[in-house]
T-cell receptor
Framework: SNSVKQTGQITVSEGASVTMNCTYTSTGYPTLFWYVEYPSKPLQLLQRETMENSKNFGGGNIKDKNSPIVKYSVQVSDSAVYYCLLCQTSGSRLTFGEGTQLTVNP | ETGVTQTPRHLVMGMTNKKSLKCEQHLGHNAMYWYKQSAKKPLELMFVYSLEERVENNSVPSRFSPECPNSSHLFLHLHTLQPEDSALYLC????????????FGSGTRLTVV
C-alpha cells in the first residue's frame, strides 16, 4: 500500500535554508506534488515532480522514494504547512502526507 | 475515516444524466471545498464555501453546480457532463483563521461515459 511520511514541525530563523522531506512508499513511480497552505487560504500548488524532471528538484530522486523540497533564505511569510501528495500514474490513488508545519521566526 | 465523508465512492454516469455528489463533515469546520483531481494533474480547486459565502474558480464549467445548505454539508450537482470530466472529486473542510490544515474526504471516482 502507499504511504507518505513528512516531518511534523520545523522551526527556523529568517535567512536559514530548510529541507522538508517527503518519504513515500509506492508500488510504482508516481507523480509527487508539493502543496503549501497559508493560514486561511486554500492549498496552493508549489511544485510537481515526475520521473522525467526528478533531477531538477531538491536533492532527492523520486526513484529513491524520497522527494524533499528545499527553501533557501526563508522569510517569516514562508511560515505555512507544506503538504506532499502522492499520485499514482493512473490517477486513481491519492495519498497525502500529514504535512510539515514550517515556522520562521524573525 | 478522516471525518469528512463523501458519497458515493464511485459513480458512472452518462452524458445526459443528472447526479449529485455529497460531502459531510462534523468537525466543526466552517469552510468546505471541492477539488478535482485528474490523472497526472495537480489538484484543481473548484469551489470554496467559507462562512456561507461562495468563491469559485472561473474556469469551472457551469455544468458543475455547488450547493452548501449549511456548514456541515456540501453538494456538487452534475448535469450534461463530458468524458473529460471523469476524475476524482475531493471534498475538504477546514477551520478558517487557523493553521490546523485541511481534512480531505476519500473522494468520489467519477466516470462519464
Amino acid at each position: 500500500s502507499n504511504s507518505v511520511k513528512q516531518t511534523g514541525q520545523i522551526t527556523v530563523s529568517e535567512g536559514a535554508s530548510v529541507t522538508m522531506n517527503c518519504t513515500y512508499t509506492s508500488t510504482g513511480y508516481p507523480t509527487l506534488f508539493w502543496y503549501v497552505e497559508y493560514p486561511s487560504k486554500p492549498l496552493q500548488l508549489l511544485q510537481r515532480e515526475t520521473m522525467e524532471n526528478s533531477k531538477n528538484f531538491g536533492g532527492g530522486n523520486i526513484k529513491d522514494k524520497n522527494s524533499p523540497i528545499v527553501k533557501y533564505s526563508v522569510q517569516v511569510s514562508d511560515s505555512a504547512v507544506y503538504y506532499c501528495l502522492l499520485c499514482q500514474t493512473s490517477g486513481s490513488r491519492l495519498t497525502f502526507g500529514e504535512g510539515t508545519q514550517l515556522t520562521v521566526n524573525p | 475515516e478522516t471525518g469528512v465523508t463523501q458519497t458515493p465512492r464511485h459513480l458512472v454516469m452518462g452524458m445526459t444524466n443528472k447526479k449529485s455528489l455529497k460531502c459531510e463533515q462534523h468537525l466543526g469546520h466552517n469552510a468546505m471545498y471541492w477539488y478535482k483531481q485528474s490523472a497526472k494533474k495537480p489538484l484543481e480547486l473548484m469551489f470554496v464555501y467559507s462562512l456561507e459565502e461562495r468563491v469559485e474558480n472561473n474556469s469551472v464549467p457551469s455544468r458543475f453546480s455547488p450547493e452548501c445548505p449549511n456548514s456541515s454539508h456540501l453538494f456538487l450537482h452534475l448535469h450534461t457532463l463530458q468524458p473529460e470530466d471523469s476524475a476524482l472529486y475531493l471534498c475538504a473542510s477546514s477551520l478558517t483563521g487557523t493553521a490546523v490544515g485541511y481534512t480531505f474526504g476519500s473522494g468520489t471516482r467519477l466516470t462519464v461515459v
